[in-house]
């Protein structure tokens, strides 16, 4: 059974850092490609960015690109996603994703298997 389990979101002020993790279960994430997704009360989900299975080359969505970085673990079996200099627009539940895809996208009907969400927020 597939299992993907979020954890390390918190409460940050503006202009912040947080580190999320991603742990994979029932599958081999370096086998996968995985994906970063938030969604925001209100708002629809949308990706962030993802990590291709295929050569290991992550790729990000404009309003993220130079704060967030896409990074895997292969010894935990975990992807992490570095965020910097958060801003209050970052504020939302982030979920990550996998699949068996070589080339990653941030496209959420792509994905099979989904984690449950860690809650981030930015906030002074």
């Known amino acids: 059974q597939v299992q993907l389990v979020e954890s390390g979101g918190d409460l940050v002020q503006p202009g912040g850092s947080l580190r999320l993790s991603c742990a994979a279960s029932?599958?081999?994430?370096?086998?996968?490609?995985i994906a970063w997704f938030r969604q925001a009360p209100g708002k629809e989900r949308e990706g962030v960015g993802c990590?291709?299975?295929?050569?290991?080359?992550?790729h990000y969505v404009d309003s993220v690109k130079g704060r967030f970085t896409i990074a895997r673990d292969n010894a935990k079996n975990q992807v992490h996603l570095q965020m910097s200099m958060l801003i209050p627009e970052d504020t939302a539940v982030y979920y990550c994703?996998?699949?068996?895809?070589?080339?990653?996208?941030?496209?959420?009907?792509?994905?099979?298997?989904w984690g449950q969400g860690t809650q981030v927020t930015v906030s002074s």
């Open positions: 994703a996998a699949d068996a895809q070589f080339h990653c996208s941030t496209l959420p009907l792509l994905y099979d298997f």
């Open positions: 990590i291709s299975r295929s050569d290991g080359s992550a």
């Open positions: 029932g599958i081999t994430a370096d086998q996968y490609s």
